[in-house]
């Protein structure tokens, strides 16, 4: 009888523990996966208050940094958003074609997905300031979280360029970034001057905007001679042409 008791809790223990592994599984799965159909947002997102910012099936409400039509570089195939490096060489279109969208904003949750090529590089910019007789570049005035191939390209070589990071500014606390082509979900929070960066349901960066010690932080990069750098705390949200094929999905925001 005791034998029988004793096999009886073992089995129900592998049961359960089986059970909170698929759990777990189940969980973590859907933590890195924003919608079920990408351009789309379920009905807890919508009543959470967040809204899509690209639909999945057209560039609306995105313009090139500057201002002009992105289509002829960046296109929409099955809910991504891909810039096309094929379409630049061909057609001979010179520059970088970095993206902005068209609404700005303050305190915001950002949310979005990205995958990028072989030995590729990338970025999502925040608090831009389009003023291009001022600002030649998005980054001139923005932020960036860092999106790159860590295996292959230079950029990972140096401290504070690695996929996740706030680009020269801060090192991402742990690596979770997945190999080139495959998909990663990256967070931006911005909250009355407080900054948070997730990457793949992990807080990589946490850090306090507009303070002395980010003054002092500002001050120790490659950005130290750009006044406006890092200073708007209103401004546009932008995706970077790097040269590198990257795609982009299920971008979503909250304001706060």
């Not at 998005?138 to 996929?163: C, F, S, Y």
């Not at 407080?194 to 960066?205: I, M, P, R, T």
């Not at 306090?208 to 546009?236: C, H, I, Q």
């Amino acid at each position: 009888m005791a034998r029988i008791f004793i096999f009886s809790v073992i089995v129900a223990s592998l049961i359960s523990c089986h059970s909170n592994s698929e759990k777990e599984k189940t969980e973590m799965d859907t933590s890195v996966t924003t919608t079920v159909v990408p351009g789309s947002l379920t009905e807890t997102q919508v009543a959470e208050g967040w809204q899509l910012l690209f639909d999945g099936k057209t560039t609306r409400g995105w313009h090139k940094y500057g201002g002009g039509a992105i289509d002829s570089v960046w296109k929409v195939m099955e809910g991504v958003l891909m810039l096309d490096t094929a379409i630049k060489k061909e057609q001979q279109i010179k520059g970088d074609w970095d993206i902005v969208t068209d609404e700005e904003f303050e305190n915001f949750h950002l949310r979005l997905e990205w995958k990028i090529s072989k030995d590729g590089n990338s970025g999502i910019i925040f608090y831009i300031h389009e003023d291009k007789g001022r600002y030649n570049w998005p980054w001139e005035t923005g932020m960036e979280m860092q999106v790159l191939d860590n295996a292959g390209h230079p950029d990972a070589k140096i401290v504070k360029h690695r996929a996740g990071d706030l680009y020269d500014i801060i090192s991402c606390s742990k690596e979770t970034v997945k190999p080139y082509d495959e998909w990663n979900l990256a967070e931006v929070k911005c909250a009355a001057g407080k900054l948070d960066l997730y990457l793949n349901g992990e807080n990589v960066v946490s850090t306090t905007l507009w303070d002395e010690n980010w003054k002092k932080m500002v001050a120790a990069s490659k950005f130290r001679d750009m006044p406006g750098f890092g200073t708007y705390r209103k401004g546009r949200i932008g995706l970077q042409d790097h040269g590198n094929g990257v795609s982009y999905r299920n971008i979503m925001i909250k304001k706060l």
